[in-house]
């Protein structure tokens, strides 16, 4: 008869103990076995979560002292004695790295291996180009020439061609016109290669389009990317540009994005030029192009009443929900100016243009006078009053006192 195995205790023999210890030690064997096995299975996979974990930690912190130097900077006040300075000159004021340029035979190979993972993810895909142009029209219309910088996969160059108007367009990355544009190219109608290195033609298009695409340039070459698009539109041309003031999401998600892995293998960034709305609209009027408050006008009411895109404003239960702060910032609506026309006073003529009325100036009698009678309304209806002003002599005495003048 077998013995009868138990946990050894008080009056347990010898042998049953010895018994019990060999089948312990055979569990812990098997346990240690498997555990093994286990890893050298998954051990691999392992090494590659904490490699990738590791490389998003370091673009992360790289990201972070790449965009907080960007944000550090503030551009140079314009010289007024000149509206187009030379490319160089202002140059000079953009400030940040500018190792990285475009003119970089080994950096421009760089970022085509970046795009065109980017492009192969992305595909035959004109969900957010195409439907833009409703708002082209109504904003436009009819107009009769389109230029497309930034082209992709061409989908919006032919939509806007198959309209009857003419359409051209340009697209940095070679995979992706060879995928989807190669008839385009061989017609001459889309170009490859970076924006500052287009071939016109100059000053005939109506619209030139360029969304999503500006961030994406080396800072060396945002210049004379600007100028390109500037002398691409007719005098009195429209623009149409969407820019992003933050970071790429690729560059944020390094452990989720091949296309992140692509360029911090070369240390590029997906948004290379990381600025905000006042940076770019500097930038911009130094090429002759300032923004279109009434065509942003058209563009926001169209939205809010036919395309209702949440991004830009909606209406909700018979309320009006105004855009969103963030891609109303970099939606830019844009007008050439045309001869004779001052790149500096256009914000006032166009605002003035809208009303009717001359332009807003107190250098001429005529608009002299009305503030004259506005201000008179004003201060007859205020009278003698000093609660907000003269409390304030208090602080001016504390900060500054005693002064004498």
Same mark, same amino acid.
Request: glycine share 8%; aromatic share 8%; with cysteine.
């Given at each position: 008869?077998? #013995?009868?195995?138990?946990?050894?205790?008080?009056?347990? !023999?010898?042998?049953?103990?010895?018994?019990?210890?060999?089948?312990?030690?055979?569990?812990?064997? =098997?346990?240690?076995?498997?555990?093994?096995?286990?890893?050298?299975?998954?051990?691999? +996979?392992?090494?590659?979560?904490?490699?990738?974990?590791?490389?998003?930690? &370091?673009?992360?912190?790289?990201?972070?002292? *790449?965009?907080?130097?960007?944000?550090? &900077?503030?551009?140079?006040?314009?010289?007024?004695?000149?509206?187009?300075?030379?490319?160089?000159?202002?140059?000079?004021?953009?400030?940040?790295?500018?190792?990285?340029?475009?003119?970089?035979?080994?950096?421009?190979?760089?970022?085509?291996?970046?795009?065109?993972?980017?492009?192969?993810?992305?595909?035959?895909?004109?969900?957010?180009?195409? #439907?833009?142009?409703?708002?082209?029209? &109504?904003?436009?219309?009819?107009?009769?020439?389109?230029?497309?910088?930034?082209?992709?996969?061409?989908?919006?160059?032919?939509?806007?061609?198959? !309209?009857?108007?003419?359409?051209?367009?340009?697209?940095?990355? !070679?995979?992706?016109?060879?995928?989807?544009?190669?008839?385009?190219?061989?017609?001459?109608?889309?170009?490859?290669?970076?924006?500052?290195?287009?071939?016109?033609?100059?000053?005939?298009?109506?619209?030139?389009?360029?969304?999503?695409?500006?961030?994406? =340039?080396?800072?060396?070459?945002?210049?004379?990317?600007?100028?390109?698009?500037?002398?691409?539109?007719?005098?009195?041309?429209?623009?149409?540009?969407?820019?992003?003031?933050?970071?790429?999401?690729?560059?944020?998600?390094?452990?989720?994005?091949?296309?992140?892995?692509?360029?911090?293998?070369?240390?590029?960034? =997906?948004?290379?030029?990381?600025?905000?709305?006042?940076?770019?609209?500097?930038?911009?009027?130094?090429?002759?192009?300032?923004?279109?408050?009434?065509?942003?006008?058209?563009?926001?009411?169209?939205?809010?009443?036919?395309?209702?895109? #949440?991004?830009?404003?909606?209406?909700?239960?018979?309320?009006?929900?105004? #855009?969103?702060? +963030?891609?109303?910032?970099?939606?830019?609506?844009?007008?050439? =100016?045309?001869?004779?026309?001052?790149?500096?006073?256009?914000?006032?003529?166009?605002?003035? !243009?809208?009303?009717?009325?001359?332009?807003?100036?107190?250098?001429?009698?005529?608009?002299?006078?009305?503030?004259?009678?506005?201000?008179?309304?004003? *201060?007859?209806?205020?009278?003698?009053?000093?609660?907000?002003?003269?409390?304030?002599?208090?602080?001016?005495? &504390?900060?500054?006192?005693?002064?004498?003048?």
């Amino acid at each position: 008869m077998a #013995p009868k195995i138990g946990r050894p205790g008080k009056g347990g !023999s010898l042998k049953v103990h010895m018994a019990y210890t060999s089948c312990l030690l055979l569990v812990i064997l =098997v346990f240690k076995f498997t555990s093994n096995h286990s890893q050298h299975h998954t051990g691999s +996979k392992a090494g590659d979560r904490s490699a990738i974990d590791s490389l998003q930690r &370091h673009q992360e912190a790289q990201a972070a002292r *790449h965009y907080a130097a960007h944000d550090s &900077h503030q551009p140079r006040a314009l010289d007024e004695n000149r509206a187009s300075p030379s490319t160089s000159s202002a140059l000079a004021t953009t400030g940040g790295d500018q190792s990285r340029t475009l003119n970089d035979p080994n950096m421009r190979e760089k970022y085509q291996d970046m795009y065109a993972t980017y492009h192969k993810q992305r595909g035959a895909n004109c969900q957010q180009a195409c #439907p833009m142009t409703k708002y082209y029209d &109504h904003m436009w219309g009819p107009y009769k020439s389109h230029f497309d910088a930034g082209a992709a996969n061409c989908m919006l160059v032919r939509k806007v061609k198959k !309209s009857g108007k003419m359409a051209m367009g340009i697209e940095f990355n !070679s995979f992706v016109v060879n995928e989807y544009c190669s008839d385009l190219r061989d017609e001459g109608i889309v170009q490859v290669g970076p924006l500052h290195e287009s071939k016109g033609p100059w000053g005939v298009f109506d619209v030139v389009t360029c969304t999503d695409v500006l961030e994406h =340039v080396p800072l060396a070459n945002v210049e004379e990317s600007v100028e390109v698009l500037s002398k691409l539109a007719k005098p009195g041309g429209h623009l149409f540009l969407i820019i992003s003031h933050d970071s790429s999401k690729h560059d944020r998600m390094v452990g989720h994005s091949n296309v992140a892995q692509e360029g911090f293998l070369t240390d590029i960034k =997906v948004h290379e030029t990381v600025r905000e709305r006042s940076w770019w609209l500097e930038v911009l009027k130094r090429h002759g192009l300032v923004e279109d408050k009434k065509s942003m006008k058209k563009f926001l009411d169209y939205n809010m009443d036919v395309m209702k895109d #949440p991004r830009w404003g909606y209406v909700n239960k018979g309320k009006k929900i105004p #855009p969103s702060e +963030k891609h109303w910032a970099r939606t830019y609506i844009l007008k050439k =100016v045309e001869e004779g026309e001052d790149v500096h006073g256009l914000h006032g003529l166009v605002e003035s !243009s809208e009303s009717g009325g001359p332009t807003r100036d107190l250098d001429n009698p005529e608009m002299r006078e009305k503030y004259q009678d506005m201000y008179a309304t004003y *201060h007859k209806q205020r009278g003698a009053n000093c609660q907000q002003a003269c409390p304030m002599t208090k602080y001016y005495d &504390h900060m500054w006192g005693p002064y004498k003048s």
